[in-house]
């Protein structure tokens, strides 16, 4: 009998040896649409640092970064994505690229700007990796602010202390001691059986 290469026999096999060129090809995932209409292209191979918005799951609708890739399980490893274990503690939940969607690409790769007919001039800094300050960003210089004037107030006159406000010397209680306690009591010794002794 002979197989067809589009068998699912065939088809299985040609995922578990595959070699990691091609599984890099197959661990491609669609683009956004606003990156579809920018790159002219509807899904590209998964890299560390795209950012990635997740479809389904308990963390559908979440924007991470992709922390890890695992070429070898086909699958992905994100920011902030964990899995509580059953001894409380937190683990990184790996994710199937079908259930991804690319939002932002990582361009710090030459070649991979290349690969993508991007020009030089087109990429943003977030794109290439860099960390944009805030102290860097360009400031807005606002109008100087204006404190409004002040309403001339009236300066209250001091109160000088009655003789029913200081207390008397009689009225002042002392701290009273805190209450010694109990000694302890010894213990006393569980019943024994007679037959024991």
């Given amino acids: 009998m002979k197989l067809s290469p589009h068998s699912p026999r065939r088809q299985r096999k040609a995922l578990?040896?595959?070699?990691?060129?091609?599984?890099?090809?197959?661990?491609?995932?669609?683009?956004?649409?606003?990156?579809?209409?920018?790159?002219?292209?509807?899904?590209?191979?998964?890299?560390?640092?795209?950012?990635?918005?997740?479809?389904?799951?308990?963390?559908?609708?979440?924007?991470?970064?992709?922390?890890?890739?695992?070429?070898?399980?086909y699958s992905v490893t994100l920011d902030n994505v964990t899995l509580k274990t059953a001894d409380e503690k937190m683990k990184p939940l790996s994710l199937g690229v079908g259930h991804l969607v690319i939002t932002r690409l990582n361009l710090s790769d030459p070649w991979r700007r290349r690969s993508m007919r991007v020009r030089e001039e087109d990429v943003t800094p977030e794109e290439r990796g860099e960390k944009v300050d805030e102290e860097e960003a360009p400031e807005v210089e606002a109008a100087p602010a204006?404190?409004?004037?002040?309403?001339?107030?009236?300066?209250?006159?001091?109160?000088?202390?009655?003789?029913?406000?200081?207390?008397?010397?009689?009225d002042v209680k002392e701290p009273e001691e805190a209450p010694a306690k109990p000694p302890r009591r010894a213990r006393a010794k569980p019943p024994t059986k007679e037959g024991d002794e």
């Fill in 16 to 73: 578990y040896t595959a070699d990691t060129f091609e599984r890099r090809i197959r661990m491609t995932v669609p683009l956004s649409r606003e990156l579809r209409s920018r790159f002219h292209r509807r899904s590209v191979p998964v890299r560390k640092g795209d950012t990635v918005r997740v479809l389904s799951g308990s963390y559908a609708g979440r924007e991470e970064r992709v922390a890890r890739i695992d070429r070898r399980g």
């Fill in 146 to 170: 204006v404190a409004p004037p002040a309403a001339e107030s009236v300066p209250e006159p001091e109160k000088t202390p009655t003789p029913d406000d200081v207390p008397a010397p009689e």
